[in-house]
């Protein structure tokens, strides 16, 4: 793809769709893929859990479960399905495994990863744990199941407050995304021991782009990602994950919305909130964009790239994610 409004990701083109065509002629235009998908979910048994980061052709042609990370480690529980395929990164697709260790869990393109869960290391956690022995680790479903295996909870943007505050401790380890601990400790008074991991699509945007946004948007509603820097959170009318942020723009109905965010969000959201005029920064992720409707075709089709988890990692891995659904 090309044209007036395409972007340069890392290593392809992206291009906003929605703002090329009307939505029926996405099916037309990706009709090939999408009916093989379709086709091969029905032969395999397979459901396909899209985070809101996905194209819309992905997002809205062939998902069966769509939303935030906590929704889709929520919705991972008790699928009525033998094969899922992961259309969002890496650890979203451990995570669906941990949830589901008798079924297939594929990932269309394993070099899906995240700036976050690079960040950090198991045994980095251990060195923590020693240096302040006692104190509960959360950590952000944004990690590898071995660093998951270290931990006493994970939680995800959406029930980050929930998690640290059903601690009911004075200070928390919070790793890896040092700006949603700082955001988190904001919100609460908690002390968060954090670790300098950042999200590179959120640790972008600067509270200068946002009030330049605002003089050019006077009546703009800001939403914000609790990855942004505290800065940027500042600047905003409300801050929430990305399912957060699908229903303020829902039930809120604001005229004009500026979601400091991944791009992908508002091509989605605009298609669903025809009245509302989405303001567009865009940084994209590179990760969340190796996933393509060819890619899932061809995960389908020859069963890959299955997702593995080493059995020594899965009890604690997967009792850490528990402990978070059960808050
Ligand atoms: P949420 O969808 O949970 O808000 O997370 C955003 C994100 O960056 C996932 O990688
Ligand atoms: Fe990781 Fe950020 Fe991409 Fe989400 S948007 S997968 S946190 S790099």
Redesign the pocket.
Known sequence: MGGPNALQSRDRLYEPVSRLMAWEDWERLYADDIEAILRLKQERNAVILA???QTPEIFHCVADIR??????ARDAQNLDADVIVMA??H??AETAKLMNPDKTVLIPDERAG?S?AESITAEDVRKMKERYPGVPVVTY??STADVKAETDVCC???NAKRVVESLNVPRVIMIPDEFLAQNIQNETGIEMLTWPGH?E??ERFTPQEIRQYRRMHPDVTVIA???CPPEVVAEADYS??????IDYVATQKPEKVLLV??CSMSDNLATLNPETEFVRPCNL?P??KRITLAGIRRALENMETPVTIPSALEAPARAAVERMLAI
Do not use: I, R
């Not at 939303?67 to 889709?72: E, F, K, N, R, V």
């Not at 929430?240 to 942020?245: H, P």
């Open positions: 985070h809101n980061y939303g935030d990370s906590l929704a889709l969002g990164v650890f979203m995240c976050l479903v944004n995800t943007s959406g999200c699509v959120h990602h609790p990855e929430g994950s990305t399912a957060n942020m965010t991944e992720c990760h969340m």
